[in-house]
């Protein structure tokens, strides 16, 4: 068992079982056992994932070009910056470089008052979500139990009155035995943005689906990696591997609209791409040095429009003029 697992089950032990978003929390942000605090990398060739953020600099050069484009829209205005949640490695340091740029990570936090984008690219799929499956018309929790060996998901009550509230709004009638997750921390986040967002837009990246599209996944939509393997386990190994939630859009475009930021656009990554580089034909993003470096750069190119460019989506909010 990993020193995270060993906590939790004592918790589950003294506690009984806990939701499952305090156990994505303390498997991705626990301070010493998280996946998300140790020394070891978890992206790249030796870690278990890449991020499109990986692509560089293709998709640096694409990504900039449309935050430009939504500089122009605000005008030119000459204080604008560009926040980035969940940066990570800061791979996009480099490419937002003309901009004044501000990372977020763990123990960083959202700066006051900003003019200009907020961009994230998978930051609302690695935030905790509640878990709850339809039974007799109603949303009861599913928790996390410890038994023999194992951790083990236990149906529990019914589910805390914010989670129905969610299904209600964003997902809508679900058949007996769906289940679901509540994404209440995304919610929060949109919370803290509109806040702290004077002008300007949140451009967000990341897989997930609309409401419209959730009868694809009637057993939800964890998933864990490893070893650039996809899982299902999400319970194993609490803290060794990554745990994702695709991300609901239409709750954040829901929610979104509710604290003051409108929906400008959501389409497929590849869109949002092609539309960034249509104007030149690709030239800059496939400028290179040598024949090796423009292979390279034609590769990633491929793996952003034809692989991830197809599964993940983008949406761009405005700050709507406050009163
Ligand atoms: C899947 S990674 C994506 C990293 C990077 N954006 C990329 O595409 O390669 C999610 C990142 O969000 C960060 N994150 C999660 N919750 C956060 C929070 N509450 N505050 C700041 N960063 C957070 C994690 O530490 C992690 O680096």
Redesign the pocket.
Known sequence: MTPLGEILRDEIRRDGPISFARFMDAAL?HPEFGY?RRVRDP?GIRGDFY????LQPVFGILIAEQIRRLRTSMGDVEEFTVVE?????G?MAGALSEFRYVP???GSRLPEGIRGVVF????FD??PVHVAVMHGGAARELRVGFAGEWFTWVEAGSAPEEVECYRRTYLGPLTEGRVFEAGLEALKWLDRISAALESGYVFSIDYGYTAKELVRFPSGTLMSYRRHQALKDVLKDPGEQDITAHVCFSALEGYGNQVGLERVALKPLARTLVEAGEADQFARALEAGSPGEEQQRRLQLKQLLFGMGETFWTLIERRQVRE
Do not use: H, I, K, P
Request: charged content about 25%; cysteine-free.
């Open positions: 942000y998300y992206f991020t499109a953020e990986q949640l969940g940066a990570g490695r791979e977020v990570e763990m994230s690219n998978e930051f690695s935030l």
